[in-house]
Nanobody, 126 residues
Framework: QVQLVESGGGLVQSGGSLRLSCAAS????????MGWFRQAPGKDREFVAT????????YYVDSVKGRFTISRDNAKNTGYLQMNNLKPEDTAVYYC???????????????????WGQGTQVTVSS
């Protein structure tokens, strides 16, 4: 079992930055693919970014490419989502997710992930 806890959300003005953290506990995080998803009110959960266990492979939804960066520190059992140039449409609850994958695969579908955090609110004002 892996437990995930997100932090770092908050209220920021348009154009601002936030860094979300996802702290993992229970098992070593180093063989788990990690993903970030978000859900705005009245909308479905949306894929944002994913990173392989080694950090060698990443993938982003088009709407955040060039603004968001996913990373991880396996020694600290923590993943990150650096969000720059935030826009009001980025407002959502952000969730981190994990799935064991020793092969280094990355996943863009929510159903591929086995473990989820409780979410952290990000609000971007215009």
């Amino acid at each position: 079992q892996v437990q995930l806890v997100e932090s770092g959300g908050g209220l920021v003005q348009s154009g601002g930055s936030l860094r979300l953290s996802c702290a993992a506990s229970g098992r070593s995080f180093s063989r788990y693919t990690m993903g970030w998803f978000r859900q705005a009110p009245g909308k479905d959960r949306e894929f944002v970014a994913t990173i392989s266990w080694s950090g060698d492979s990443t993938y982003y939804v088009d709407s955040v490419k060039g603004r968001f960066t996913i990373s991880r520190d396996n020694a600290k059992n923590t993943g990150y989502l650096q969000m720059n140039n935030l826009k009001p449409e980025d407002t959502a609850v952000y969730y981190c997710a994990a799935r064991y994958s020793s092969g280094g695969d990355i996943y863009m579908r929510a159903y591929n992930y086995d473990y989820w955090g409780q979410g952290t609110q990000v609000t971007v004002s215009s």
